[in-house]
Structures are given as structure tokens and as C-alpha cells.
């Protein structure tokens, strides 16, 4: 465990105290008295988020959370949890190369894009319910009552990868009175959104309720060479629900929701035009390389994002006496397919496609205590069971092959190394499928937790929680290379060429009978020729190996196999210990230890390769110059393996956190300081072509969190927040851009603000106006820690920044019949910045880019009954 600088963390405590002494402060959440979108119970927008499970005030809950209500969410126009991280400075939301591709982060931690094998350190819950990949997660947030997130490991509170944090989305249970809302609202871009809900009795004993939402707008970036817009909007979503409550100590409530995602995502710009740009013109492509907001860019196809989730759940709650049972079961079915060209150039050179899915069931059950006397409990379960299927494949273009010949310097180079290699003319980069795999893996989970509270005086409650946790994954992964050029290891070719034999046991007879002449033969192919008159040449030198980097995708080994068995076996036991002390009627503090735990992820892709301690590739990837180890022991090895991953290891999370608070009239506050680390972190890594997945050593941060809101006067609302995060990797040595220990991870940066303002103009008849504006900002940071193509030329000292700062505003009329009319603006001044940076694929030194939305605006209708 890493030592806590007792300096730097008083540091933190006594400059967050500084905040919440001179800053009129607020609460994280207001009251649902005072939402009028919300129908919470009236007595106040309550969490349930502590050990004991028991309603519990924001206030009075001793977990940093923060808490967006419905009103909130209408009055900022956050429409999904992309949009959310504008109003919760300790989220950070990423929407990547498509729709699906979304990571979130907490406190600068999170993971899990880009590959269905990797499971996000934060959790996602949507009414208790776990959804297990981001694409299940993404889509418009319909009904909601409000959304919570937690910070920091919830192992305790969560059954299921909670190591960094957790976010909580809460839907409106059905109601026994009759009401509902509608929605409609167009803006720029012909952007059109519709929603609705409704809800109401069907007896004494069952209500039911049903809402669902529609969203489309127009892309914001033109692809110029095809005429047509990406980054566009499709979605559509239902859901509809069940409540039967015979009585006040039984009810039952059914979910079943659909919801489906048909869009053309996302924006990739040009920030570097490196050295093959040329070539790219020369084929007949384009790339917009100059400016990155300039919202236009090539592409040689359209991309394909199609989504569909959907799944039912039944949660059961019983109280007998001091006793209370709760059970939520649920099955869900996830679709997630995308077809794209991913070298982002108007040239025909590489596609790709992915079909998953994914198939998940959970069940949890859990009692809770609440006696009267000085000891409760919570004590539960929780059953986790997926199965993930993946087709994908890799295409190579009809531009592919002459523009790698342009790069190799001949228009003809190919021909000549097909004739020199044997292979069949025009064979390298030929149109068609470079690659075809199929990906598969099973993965059951299960967990106990508990808690138990201890109330030493009325003011004073020491806390303890466990949970343990086991974890099964079963994986499979099967790929079939078609690249022709990369079947053939370029040190062995050159070895049978000076033997006169390919046939493995003529070769070995030769190095076991000729030995000086093999270690002489040996060492020419691993030399490289040179252009100068000093460097070697032919024959004292292999001129194969020029063509090393024109092999994209060498030959695969498929697992399990007679030496790796796809399987990883994880468990472990996490704890929590809190005392919270309730320091009068206004103020609360507590002091928090928790560790927390996510199993084992598995590099579900075409970059998965053996460990170093199943294989050790020879010179330059050769196979005959290979020593011993157990996959060439038996037979298993192929032209040009590598080693790698096949999963990274298990994250263990700790935190301690401390924090205050308070409740006034007109004001309250809530403060965290903490330090938090994580061991172990699953780092994945795109090189520009392939990705990299390893365990990151350690990273910890130390930082503080300070939520406010005041009421100076009745009509105006102040809003409030502040993350401050020091990040470092405290041990990062194998990195793909070299040792990080002692660096501070990219993209995480040292303050995120966000704060606003509503005033209400009560109008006689019963009329309000009500006016909104919200500032996000976050200061600026290096994008990442660099590239590791492009930065490596460059001795790693050239890193893309980001800077955000930007304003939301809503004005409202509502009316006493339940009519509002309102417009509303976000990114009102039009701020760009780069979200994040990826070197080009299958194109050295080019650096692509993921900008920012534009601005956006317009105007809703809507009506509440």
C-alpha cells in the first residue's frame, strides 16, 4: 500500500476547509419539493446509498455523492450521461470512434472502451440493475428522477466492478394517481427530440406506468468527398412498468424497456498531416489536414452505428418488523454492430466491422435491519452470468495496395516481392479480408457483502462492510490472417533462402551439424541494409527486412491451446471502515477507509498475444531463431509471434476520504478529501495499429470535492461545485511511450468546476419564468501522456493540451395549467477543444482527432398533467 503523505493531504483538508468557509454554499441535490419534474416522496429527495440501506437525506449519508434531479436535468437539456459530466465536475464522459465506444471516469479513473472484454471500473446501474458495457448505457435518459454518483470504491454497496466508482440512474416508480408529461423540442441542425410518460392506477393494488423518447438531429460534420453529415443523432427508446403494492410492507415492480441506437458516429479530424499524407493524394484520396474544427473531413464510406438494448427486471421488497427484504432479478440482451473506415482518409484503404453481443442475467438479494436499539445490519448476494459473442474483420481497400507501394518509394515494389517470396502477383493488399475472427467468453461472478453500524452515542456511528468476490472468466479467441506479406517472417525467409529449405527439421540439421556457418548465416538475416555508402548492403545484410513495416497482421495464436487455457480465476475480500459523527443539527463528518475490487479483463482482439512467460519470440520475430519456452516447445508457434496479453490482472482500489456536511436555511455544503489509489490499473492503448492491454503499476490521487448551493434570496437558486485531482502513476515502467512512474496521467485535469444559477419570477395567476444558466470548466491538461508513434520521433516532447470552458442556459415559461414553453443553448459561445488524440492508423507521424461538439440550441413545448 502506498504511504499517505500526511503533508500534502492536510494540504488538501485545510484548503477545502478555506472553500467551505468563505463560499456561500449548497446542497449537491435540491429538495424534490422544490423540482417540480420530479415526483419523489415528499419527504425530500432521499438516497439510499448508506450500509444500513435505510432513506437517508444527501446530508445525512456518509458517501460522497453527487446527485442530479430531473429539474436539473431539463433546465441543463442533459439528455444521456455524455451530456451529465457538464454538471458533476468529478465525472469525466468520453464518446469516442462510435457510439458504443463510451468510457467514464471518476476521479480520474475509469476504462473500458473500445474492446467488449474490458469491463469499466466504474459501475453503471439503471433502477439497481447493472449494465455491463457502456453501449447498454448511452442511450436518452427517459423518466428519470434523478441520477447519483458516487465516488470512489463502492465495493460494499455494489456487487459488481465498482473500484472507482459507481453511477446510479433512478426512474419514477408508476404512480396511483393519474398524470404524466410530454415533450417536443426542435433545434439547430434539425435536431427534433419527443418524449413522454404516463401513469396511473389499474386497481387499488396495481399502477402501472409507460414512457419512451425519440431523438434525432442532423450530423454536425460534413464528409465532403460523399456529401453527406456524421455525428448525427437516431435513437429511439420505450419502457414500461408494473407496480402491485398489496401493502405498505409488500411490493413488486416490473421493468421491461427497448431501446435502439441507428447512427453515424463519430467525428475524426486531422490535427498532423505526417509524411504519408502525399501518398494519400496521390491514390485520389483527401484528408482536411489543417484545422480540426473545420468540421469537414474524408471518408470512403459512411459509418455504421446500430445499437439495440433491452431486458426486463422485477424487484421485490418485504418488511417484516425491523426486517426488510429486497430481491431485483434481471435479463438483458445487448446488439451492438459497426461498420467503418477506420484510416479516417477519403482513400480505400482499411474498414473495419464488429458485431457483438452480449447477454447478461443478475440477481441480487439483500436484508436489512432497523432496530431500534444501537446495532444494524445489511447482508446480501449478488449472481453475475454473461456470454459475449464478437464477429469482426478487417478489410483491406482498393487504394491499400498502391498506396503502400507509393510509401515503399516503387509503384512496382510488390511485384518484385511477390517474385522474390514466391507468393502469387498482385497478392499483397489485395482487396478483400485481411483478417476474420471470432471472439467468445464467458464470465460468471458472484458476491456477499455486508454491513453493520454501530451507534456508540446518538451522534457518533462507527461502520464496518465486507464483500468477497469471485470471478470466472472463460475466453476464446480465434482469428484467421490473410495478409499475405505478414504470414512470412522475414529472418526466417532469408535463413531457408541461404539453407536451400524450408522444412523445419532441414534447418535444424543444418544448425546443429554447421554451427558457424548457421550463427554466421543467423546474423545477416537480422541485419538491416542501409541507404548510405557506410551502412551494410547486400550480401552483408537481409534486404527482407525493409519490408517490416508493411506486416499489419501476422498470423494468430488461437487460445485455449495445448499451453494457454482462456481462463482467468479471480477472488478477493473488500472492506470499508467509516465513523460518522453528526456534530449538531446543521453538521455531519465522517472519516472513511474503503478498498475495492474489479476482476481480471480480457483483450478480446486482434491484439491479444501470449505472455512472455509462455513464449519468447526470436530476433526480430523470428520463429527458427526462437528459444526454448512452452508454446515452441509444443509446436504451437507462428510466422512473426509476438508476446503481449491475453488479459491484464485484477484492480484493487483503497481510499481514504474524509468529509463534512452541512445543512442550513438557506444554504448547505458538502465536502470530500481523500486519497485514492488504485493497483493494478487495466491501461489499454492504441500504437496506431493495434491496442496494448496491461496492468498500469499503481496510480493514486489525492484531491478534495466541495458541492454548494445557496439561496441569497427566494427567487435564485446558486449552484456550486469544484473537483481538485494531483494524479501521478506512482509505478507505470512498461508504458507504451516508456517508463510514466512518477508522471501525471493525461487527460485528468487539476480543477473542474461547474456552477450556475436559476432565478423564478412568480407571476400573479400563477405563471413563472424561470431562467437557468450553467459555466463548466476544466483547466488545462495534456490530452494523454503521448502517442506512441508519434511522440516517440518527437522524444515524447510534443503533447496536445485541452482546455473546456463552457455556458448552458434555459429560459421557461410555466404556466398554471401545466404548459411550459421554453429555449435553451448549450455551448452557447461555440468552444472547441480536442477531446482526445490517436496516432493514424497504418499512417506514421499523422495524429487524428476527436473535437468537440459545436454549439447547439432551440426550443421546447411541454406539458405536465
Not at 430481491?327 to 461498420?339: E, N, P, Q
Not at 496516432?839 to 487524428?848: I, K, N, W, Y
Request: net charge negative; charged share 15%.
Amino acid at each position: 500500500m502506498k504511504r499517505i503523505s500526511p503533508a500534502r493531504f492536510g494540504t488538501l483538508l485545510a484548503g477545502s476547509a478555506l472553500i467551505a468557509l468563505t463560499t456561500p454554499t449548497i446542497a449537491m441535490a435540491q429538495d424534490a419539493a422544490e423540482d417540480g419534474a420530479s415526483e419523489a416522496p415528499a419527504t425530500g429527495d432521499v438516497i439510499i446509498v448508506t450500509a444500513t440501506k435505510r432513506e437517508q437525506t444527501l446530508q445525512e449519508t456518509p458517501v460522497a455523492v453527487s446527485v442530479t434531479t430531473a429539474a436539473q436535468l431539463e433546465q441543463s437539456q442533459v439528455r444521456d450521461l455524455l451530456d451529465l459530466q457538464t454538471l458533476t465536475p468529478s465525472l469525466r464522459v468520453s464518446q469516442l470512434q462510435n457510439s458504443s465506444n463510451t468510457t467514464f471516469i471518476v476521479r480520474g479513473f475509469g476504462n473500458g472502451d473500445n474492446n467488449v472484454g474490458i469491463e469499466p471500473s466504474v459501475g453503471v446501474f439503471i433502477d439497481g440493475v447493472f449494465r455491463s458495457r457502456s453501449a447498454g448505457q448511452i442511450g436518452d435518459m427517459s423518466n428519470v428522477q434523478r441520477v447519483e454518483v458516487l465516488r470512489g470504491p463502492q465495493s460494499t454497496l455494489f456487487g459488481k466492478n465498482a473500484s472507482a466508482g459507481v453511477i446510479s440512474i433512478v426512474t419514477r416508480e408508476p404512480q396511483f394517481e393519474f398524470g404524466g408529461s410530454g415533450e417536443i423540442s426542435y433545434g439547430n441542425r434539425d435536431a427534433f427530440v419527443m418524449k413522454g410518460d404516463v401513469t396511473g392506477p389499474i386497481s387499488d393494488t396495481l399502477a402501472y406506468s409507460v414512457d419512451a423518447n425519440y431523438n434525432v438531429r442532423d450530423g454536425y460534420t460534413r464528409v465532403v468527398n460523399l456529401n453527406q453529415n456524421v455525428s448525427d443523432r437516431k435513437r429511439w427508446g420505450t419502457r414500461g412498468q408494473l407496480l402491485f403494492e398489496p401493502s405498505s410492507d409488500f411490493k413488486v415492480r416490473l421493468i421491461a424497456d427497448y431501446s435502439k441506437i441507428n447512427e453515424r458516429c463519430c467525428t475524426v479530424a486531422n490535427l498532423v498531416a505526417g509524411p504519408t499524407t502525399p501518398a494519400l493524394f496521390a491514390v485520389g484520396g483527401a484528408v482536411d489536414a489543417a484545422d480540426p474544427f473545420s468540421r469537414e473531413i474524408y471518408l470512403n464510406k459512411m459509418p455504421i452505428n446500430k445499437i439495440k438494448s433491452y431486458g426486463f427486471s422485477g424487484q421485490m421488497d418485504y418488511t417484516t418488523g425491523p426486517l426488510s427484504f429486497t430481491s431485483i432479478t434481471a435479463w438483458r440482451r445487448l446488439d451492438s454492430f459497426f461498420d467503418q473506415d477506420i484510416d479516417f482518409t477519403s482513400a480505400d484503404i482499411v474498414s473495419e466491422v464488429r458485431d457483438q453481443t452480449l447477454k447478461t442475467f443478475t440477481q441480487e438479494v439483500r436484508v436489512a435491519s432497523d432496530f431500534d436499539g444501537p446495532l444494524n445490519f445489511l447482508l446480501g448476494g449478488f449472481y453475475f452470468d454473461e456470454k459475449i459473442d464478437q464477429a469482426s474483420d478487417i478489410t483491406t481497400g482498393t487504394d491499400a495496395r498502391s498506396f503502400f507501394s507509393l510509401l515503399g518509394g516503387n509503384p512496382l515494389l510488390f511485384n518484385g516481392v511477390e517474385l522474390a517470396l514466391n507468393l502469387p502477383q498482385n497478392s499483397i493488399f489485395s482487396p478483400g479480408l485481411l483478417t476474420s475472427e471470432q471472439f467468445a467468453m464467458d464470465n460468471t461472478s458472484y458476491s456477499f457483502f455486508g454491513t453493520v453500524d454501530f451507534e456508540v452515542t446518538d451522534r457518533l456511528t462507527l461502520t464496518g462492510g465486507f464483500n468477497y468476490t469471485k470471478d470466472k472468466k472463460d475466453f476464446a479467441l480465434s482469428l484467421t490472417a490473410f495478409d499475405e506479406l505478414a504470414n512470412i517472417n522475414l529472418v526466417d525467409a532469408f535463413i531457408a533462402g541461404a539453407i536451400g529449405s524450408t522444412d523445419p527439421a532441414v534447418i535444424a540439421a543444418f544448425a546443429g551439424s554447421n554451427q558457424a556457418a548457421f550463427a554466421q548465416i543467423a546474423g545477416l538475416a537480422t541485419t538491416a541494409c542501409g541507404a548510405g555508402t557506410a551502412a551494410p548492403q547486400p550480401p552483408a545484410c537481409n534486404p527482407l527486412l525493409a519490408l517490416r513495416p508493411f506486416q499489419f497482421q501476422p498470423p494468430f495464436l488461437n487460445i485455449p491451446n495445448a499451453v494457454e487455457d482462456g481462463k482467468t480465476r479471480d477472488s478477493d475480500w473488500s472492506y470499508t471502515i467509516r465513523a460518522a459523527y453528526e456534530i449538531n443539527n446543521n453538521l455531519n463528518a465522517y472519516l472513511t477507509y474503503a478498498t475495492g475490487f474489479k476482476a481480471s479483463s480480457v483483450n478480446l482482439s486482434r491484439d491479444s498475444r501470449p505472455s512472455s512467460a509462455d513464449y519468447t519470440p526470436g530476433t526480430l520475430g523470428s520463429s527458427i531463431l526462437a528459444p526454448s519456452s512452452p508454446i515452441r516447445d509444443a509446436g504451437l508457434g507462428v510466422a512473426n509471434l509476438t508476446t503481449g496479453s491475453r488479459f491484464a490482472g485484477p484492480e484493487d482500489a483503497r481510499v481514504i476520504e474524509f468529509g463534512l456536511k452541512g445543512q442550513f436555511d438557506t444554504f448547505a455544503f458538502n465536502m470530500a478529501v481523500f486519497d485514492q489509489e488504485i493497483k493494478g490499473f487495466q491501461a489499454f492503448t492504441f500504437t496506431g495499429t493495434g491496442f496494448i492491454l496491461s496492468n498500469a503499476g499503481n496510480q493514486s490521487t489525492q484531491g478534495f470535492e466541495f458541492d454548494a448551493s445557496w439561496r441569497p434570496v427566494d427567487p435564485l437558486q446558486l449552484t456550486f461545485a469544484s473537483t481538485y485531482l494531483d494524479p501521478k502513476y506512482d509505478s507505470f515502467v512498461n508504458s507504451p511511450v516508456g517508463n510514466l512512474s512518477g508522471a501525471r496521467p493525461g487527460g485528468i485535469p487539476k480543477w473542474a468546476i461547474s456552477t450556475g444559477a436559476t432565478y423564478t419570477h412568480d407571476f400573479a395567476g400563477g405563471a413563472k419564468l424561470i431562467g437557468h444558466i450553467d459555466y463548466n470548466f476544466e483547466s488545462r491538461v495534456n490530452i494523454n501522456n503521448g502517442l506512441p508513434t508519434y511522440n516517440a520521433s518527437l522524444g515524447n516532447t510534443t503533447i496536445f493540451t485541452r482546455k473546456v470552458s463552457q455556458f448552458n442556459g434555459s429560459l421557461n415559461l410555466a404556466l398554471d395549467n401545466g404548459v411550459e414553453l421554453g429555449i435553451w443553448g448549450r455551448n452557447i459561445f461555440n468552444q472547441h477543444y480536442i477531446m482526445t488524440v490517436f496516432d493514424g492508423v497504418a499512417q506514421s507521424g499523422t495524429v487524428s482527432a476527436y473535437p468537440s461538439a459545436p454549439r447547439s440550441y432551440g426550443a421546447t413545448a411541454r406539458v405536465k398533467f
